[in-house]
Structures are given as structure tokens and as C-alpha cells.
């Protein structure tokens, strides 16, 4: 069985959420600026998801940390849909970025989704036998 797609999904998972949380430090004020209004702590959650980002990227590495790491940033990405929904609906407050890179990123967020399930929550298929 080719197990390339999978592989494949776990080193851009990996590498995504490297950057992603590295950036949280590097750019923390963007990152603070997309959370909606209506949220509280906007720089402790910054941080604090910056750093899950890197610890679970992390823990995908080892097969015995993988599935709960895969769990963990899917949960993470499901939980910043409002900030790409606050994006999605108030452009205007992120001039520079294009409004049809800001409505592509929700659908890029499903897609993430679906790479993070397939190639680190759902079980490893059973060897072929003879």
C-alpha cells in the first residue's frame, strides 16, 4: 500500500504548524489584530496557542503522540474560525491582504482539516496480508 499521501500530509502539517506558532511570536501583533472584538486575553491566547502549535507539530513526529497531537490541532484549527470568519467579514481592517484571499481562507481551513484528519487523527490502515 502507498502510504506517500499520508506521509506526505503529516510533513505539511508538521511544517504549517511550525511556522504558524514560531509566527505567533515573531508577529504576535497580526495575530492579536484577526481575533475578533468579543474575545477576551487576545495576547495570552496568542501565545498560548503559539505555543500549542509547536508542541503538538511536534508530537506528530512520534507515532506514539501522533493521534492526540492530530486531535489537538484540529480542535485548534476549529477554534479559530472566528478569526478567519472577523477577517472574512471586515476587510476593511486588513488592508494589504486581498478580500478574496481573506474569503479563501475559510475554505482553506476545511481543506487543513481534512489533511489533519486524514494524515494524523484516522487509523493507520492494516498491513495487506499474503
Same mark, same amino acid.
Given at each position: 500500500?502507498?502510504?506517500?499521501?499520508?506521509?506526505?500530509? !503529516? #510533513?505539511?502539517? #508538521?511544517? &504549517?504548524?511550525?511556522? @504558524?506558532? /514560531?509566527?505567533?511570536f515573531a508577529l504576535a501583533t497580526f495575530f492579536m489584530r484577526i481575533m475578533p472584538p468579543y474575545l477576551p486575553l487576545h495576547r495570552e491566547a496568542v501565545y498560548v496557542s503559539g505555543v500549542f502549535e509547536i508542541l503538538c507539530a511536534l508530537a506528530l513526529l512520534?507515532?506514539?503522540?501522533?493521534?492526540?497531537?492530530? #486531535?489537538? &490541532?484540529?480542535? &485548534?484549527?476549529? !477554534?479559530v474560525t472566528p478569526a478567519n470568519i472577523h477577517m472574512w467579514l471586515h476587510p476593511e481592517l486588513f488592508t494589504g491582504l486581498s478580500p478574496t484571499l481573506l474569503f479563501w481562507r475559510l475554505p482553506?481551513?476545511?481543506? !487543513? &482539516? /481534512?489533511?489533519?484528519?486524514? @494524515?494524523?487523527?484516522k487509523s493507520e490502515p492494516e498491513p495487506e496480508k499474503i
Open positions: 500500500m502507498n502510504d506517500f499521501p499520508r506521509k506526505a500530509g !503529516l #510533513i505539511f502539517v #508538521i511544517a &504549517l504548524f511550525l511556522a @504558524s506558532g /514560531a509566527g505567533h512520534f507515532p506514539a503522540t501522533r493521534k492526540p497531537a492530530g #486531535i489537538g &490541532l484540529f480542535v &485548534l484549527t476549529v !477554534l482553506a481551513q476545511a481543506a !487543513l &482539516l /481534512a489533511i489533519i484528519w486524514f @494524515s494524523a487523527i
